[in-house]
């Protein structure tokens, strides 16, 4: 447990030192989701319907533009063959990257996303689930990402190469996550979406670690 919160404890003080990279994925995701109402105008039903599915995708595109950062700073500074050579687990450092970059990139899209629904005149209740699904969703945006991360380690054109490997694996959790907010705004049960999103990140937080952690070994010899 030191160690899983050493990781992360340094993770983020390296963030904090480049903090233009997390403003960048923030800011991508205000200005993304913002040029929708400004380019459709102002018919309201017309935002509603379209809200869900705008936000998770912005969402799951700021994501993407933190991953190739995951392990690269650490595999171009030696910095990573530490880690794999290190008496601790592997799979303990990786998970506990993996929770730094979802506290960077992930958390900051669940706090600002319900200020950002009111510009598509989401209601309250439309909001919390909005907030609720990204919750669940965004670590396991995170999860899966790392294990493309991790594949594409030292790969020229790595990022092109990460997106095509990892965009199949999120459309599930985009269409769950979007799916409970459109559910919620017509009167469905979200139950069932939520149920989803979280047996996937259970799932995820079982298996990927050790996915990560062996492509790793392989990236590093």
């Known amino acids: 447990m030191s160690a899983f919160l050493a990781i992360i404890h340094r993770d983020l003080l390296l963030v904090m030192r480049r903090k233009s990279e997390v403003l960048t994925a923030l800011f991508f ?99 919390y689930v909005l ?31 990460m997106s095509l490997l990892i965009l199949p694996l999120y459309i599930p959790v985009l269409i769950f996550g979007a799916g409970a907010v459109y559910a919620n705004s017509v009167g469905l049960d979200i139950t069932g979406h939520f149920s989803l999103l979280s047996a996937l990140l259970i799932l995820a937080l079982a298996f990927v670690p050790w996915v990560s952690a062996a492509a790793l070994k392989i990236a590093i010899e």
């Not at 063959?81 to 592997?90: F, H, I, R």
């Not at 706090?111 to 309250?124: S, T």
């Not at 493309?148 to 790969?155: K, Q, R, S, W």
């Open 131 to 161: 907030m609720g699904t990204l919750l669940l969703g965004t670590p396991v945006l995170s999860l899966l990402g790392s294990i493309g991360a991790a594949l594409t380690l030292g790969v020229r054109g790595g990022s092109v190469l």
């Open 29 to 127: 995701f205000v200005v993304v989701t913002s040029l929708f109402p400004l380019g459709i105008g102002a018919d309201a039903a017309l935002l509603r319907k379209i809200a869900p599915g705008v936000l998770w995708v912005a969402a799951l595109l700021s994501t993407l533009l933190g991953l190739q950062r995951m392990f690269a700073a650490d595999y171009l500074d030696s910095a990573l063959e530490q880690l794999v050579l290190s008496p601790q687990p592997l799979v303990v450092l990786v998970a506990g990257k993996i929770v730094a970059h979802w506290l960077v990139c992930g958390l900051p899209l669940v706090l600002i996303a319900p200020i950002i629904g009111i510009q598509f005149d989401l209601d309250a209740s439309s909001l």
